[in-house]
């Protein structure tokens, strides 16, 4: 997640629901998959991020038979999120994976008292069954794919309540403001006909219930007339509560919510134009279409949107729906690095260090590295541990090396817990200790990380 949403989705505190995942764990012959690798990484990554998460190979070792049976369906009957990935068309339709999301996807169906979400998750979308094709799905060779499904689950278990609060900072609106002024928006609908700001603080009171009882319909009727005067942050507002629901009240109306946001992101709305070129460009409510996502995020980075500056700079590098032209990466990634974007910053370290539309540049690597990772970027501080450890731009320091190792392995990216692991088995940086080594080699191995299980083979030996 970027550090602007990760800002502002931490200013509201709410309970992850429980997640299970639909999988098919074993072939024909009884071999475990490659799929069933796949979603055991997932799971990691998920509840490195906080997310609770049934998986069934973990959560349920110690049934068998009926009993097991029985407890998945407890599981799959009380979670909030399904996700389904499988590889294959013939996997998506197997008795078990198939019986799990058409029960879930009945759960959504029949309980509409509660707010369900299914997400199927596929190699190629060719894969995906008809009755599936309706669910907003992932495809997990995308560069971006875990950053783009913590971004919806997030939403999905937090936005609700983040909306509402967000768009009032807009007005320079709080709370306790609305609450005190309740009768005075109610008694002054002549204000109706010409403020933007009253028909949406009036929408806000109905929602909030605040000084008057709350009323989700008259909260969404005043919300639409104020977006009928046009205003691009109305707009996208509600374009977010029609394309994510609103429990208990309104099912998901991705027609509605798109209408909105285009109406958003034709007013020149930097943000809102942003939000669209991710849409096409990870096919998030909308088909993939990599040209449209650079039509878009071209506006956005225009205005000097440094998020959209930065993923422009990916479609130019990896030559995604415009051609390839490193030199135009490195511009625009400069760009959104200048104003402190992280993953931009980082970007740009690496094409200063493998030359790719400069000239190599290994200082200029680190300091771009050092920028990104002093934000926590997990990529960059993995990125200057190797530089230290080698001496690449900076003098060889192999206790810093294990410094930047170190952070980068605590948020669990698979790379930096190989290399840390090796620090510890040689004492590089830190004191010998196999005990250490194993603990991180076994963390990255968790991930199938290839390099670490082999560390894992080689030191066992030793031990």
Request: glycine share 6%; aromatic share 18%.
């Amino acid at each position: 997640m970027d550090k602007r949403t990760k800002e502002r989705f931490d200013l509201f505190d709410s309970l992850k629901g429980e997640i299970f995942f639909s999988y098919k764990k074993t072939d024909n012959e009884g071999k475990l998959t490659d799929d069933r690798d796949f979603v055991k990484e997932l799971v990691y990554h998920l509840r490195e991020r906080g997310y609770n998460v049934f998986f069934a190979e973990e959560n349920l070792q110690n049934y068998a038979g009926k009993e097991w049976e029985d407890e998945l369906y407890k599981a799959l009957n009380r979670a909030q999120v399904c996700i389904v990935y499988c590889s294959k068309k013939e996997y998506f339709t197997s008795k078990w994976v198939s019986k799990e999301w058409n029960t879930f996807k009945d759960r959504i169906k029949n309980e509409k008292d509660k707010q369900l979400l299914l997400i199927p998750i596929y190699d190629d979308v060719k894969a995906l069954p008809e009755e599936l094709n309706g669910y907003q799905g992932f495809c997990c060779g995308d560069r971006f794919f875990i950053d783009k499904l913590t971004k919806s689950l997030n939403r999905f278990f937090k936005e609700r309540e983040f909306g509402v609060k967000f768009e009032l900072s807009h007005y320079n609106l709080d709370e306790e403001y609305l609450k005190e002024n309740c009768l005075d928006y109610l008694t002054s609908l002549s204000l109706a006909e010409t403020d933007v700001k009253y028909r949406f603080s009036l929408g806000c009171c109905y929602y909030l219930g605040l000084g008057i009882k709350k009323d989700l319909k008259r909260a969404f009727y005043w919300w639409e007339r104020s977006a009928k005067q046009v205003s691009s942050q109305v707009c996208y507002f509600l374009a977010t509560y029609y394309l994510l629901g609103v429990e208990n009240f309104l099912e998901p109306d991705y027609e509605k919510g798109l209408e909105f946001l285009y109406s958003s992101a034709t007013q020149n709305f930097a943000l809102v134009q942003n939000t669209l070129g991710e849409c096409y460009y990870f096919g998030e409510w909308l088909s993939q279409d990599y040209d449209k996502a650079v039509e878009w995020y071209t506006k956005s980075a225009e205005q000097g949107y440094d998020m959209a500056q930065c993923y422009l700079g990916v479609c130019y590098e990896f030559g995604n729906g415009i051609e390839q032209d490193y030199k135009k990466a490195v511009e625009w990634y400069t760009k959104s690095a200048e104003q402190g974007y992280a993953r931009a910053q980082c970007n740009l370290g690496v094409c200063y260090y493998i030359a790719n539309g400069v000239k190599k540049d290994y200082k200029k690597a680190i300091y771009w590295y050092t920028k990104s990772a002093e934000q926590g970027n997990v990529t960059a501080q993995f990125n200057l541990g190797v530089c230290y450890e080698f001496g690449e731009g900076v003098e060889q320091d192999y206790v810093k090396a294990v410094e930047w190792y170190t952070k980068s392995a605590e948020q669990g990216y698979d790379m930096a817990q190989c290399n840390l692991g090796y620090c510890y088995e040689f004492g590089k940086g830190v004191e010998q200790d196999y005990a250490k080594a194993v603990e991180w080699y076994t963390k990255s191995a968790e991930q199938c990380y290839k390099d670490s299980i082999k560390a894992l083979k080689r030191l066992k030996k030793k031990i």
